[in-house]
């Protein structure tokens, strides 16, 4: 693998620098919290819901900073396997999403794998390069165009 590794190369686009990055990271994330049968996106749904149920989509789709047909597309598993629910009135537009007992079992258990993730991560790339790519992304988020 390391190999592999040294023969890798930056491209000049820095988009496409940061796409590769974040698929690496998201495969990283992916890989460790199989056991729990989620992936790093519907954990992080979950653990948003979490703090801040009952949230409606809209309300959702902007503290994840996810466009809101995604996260829609995104919810659909989450409730199909009984992690999350409606408690909105029937006949009401606007849903109210909340974690059910089996959602938050879910959450604990991923979140010892997801642990795991941060730890391995951290130990890849040092504390402080850590903490460096941490607030490198944050410019980049609020970047303009």
Partial sequence: MKTENQNKKS???NCLNLRRASLAIT???DHYLAPSQL????FSILKH???IEPVSVSALAA???L?????VRNLKPLEQQ?????????GTRNRQLCL?????????????????AQERIEAQLGLEDTKILQELLLKIEVLEP
């Fill in 11 to 13: 491209s000049v686009c």
């Fill in 27 to 29: 495969e990283i994330y």
């Fill in 39 to 42: 992936s790093v996106s519907q």
């Fill in 49 to 51: 819901i979490r703090a």
């Fill in 63 to 65: 503290e994840i900073r």
């Fill in 67 to 71: 466009d809101r047909t995604t996260l």
């Fill in 82 to 90: 009984g992690l999350i629910h409606d408690i909105a009135q029937p």
């Fill in 100 to 116: 059910t007992a089996a959602g938050k079992e879910k959450i604990e258990l991923a979140h010892v794998y997801w642990q795991q």
